[in-house]
């Protein structure tokens, strides 16, 4: 397993806080690999802007370009997306856990107290 | 189920993007509500920079805060980064799918040049 840092996370949240960039991987996960126009295509933003966001994608391993000639073909950077799952599952793991810790301890609590009033 | 807006997640994938704000939700996902100081204290930043990055994680719904007479304690909302986590595996579930659409047509393809060559 590749230890990702603290570095490449962030590059990945940041280029998944914007909107045209999560449609532009949304389409890349459902398609084959996409020449930049065809990509560009059903967004309503200059085809500058559009590089523009590929290459924040790119930056942070999110997608691959490749040159074909004089075209350049875009696809999803397959399993990149998982270092981010991880990350979340991660605290949602300990969070349940520390739930469960704290269940146990309101549980032991009440067992005393019953005990105690008995 | 909540449908959560694209400003929603433009926000939680923000929030997400900077080191402390990650380490600080970690931090409160593994223990109970703590005051902002007992928060702050392993952090070695100012106060003041602790509590701007409460904000950004409070606006993208990730902690609660709540006042008890002059302490104010922060929990982490519990669940709120499902819409994240949900984003991201639909994601990778499309790109599988699609994965097997094209396994399925190149196959189609091998088998009739194989029925072709025979």
Known sequence: MVN?????????FAALSDPT????????ARTR???????????????HTVMKHLDVLA????IRRAKTGRT??????RGSLQPAV???????RFWSASLDR?????????????ERDR
């Open 59 to 62: 930056d942070a391993g999110l």
């Open 102 to 114: 704290l269940a146990v301890y309101a549980e032991a609590k009440e067992r005393k107290t019953r």
């Open 21 to 28: 960039r999560r449609a532009v991987l949304s389409r890349l």
């Open 33 to 47: 690999p996409l020449s930049v126009s065809a990509l560009a295509e059903p967004f309503d933003i200059r085809l």
């Open 72 to 77: 350049v073909h875009v696809e999803i950077a």
């Open 4 to 12: 990702y840092s603290e570095a490449h996370l962030d590059r990945v």
């Open 86 to 92: 991880r990350w979340l599952q991660r605290q949602e």
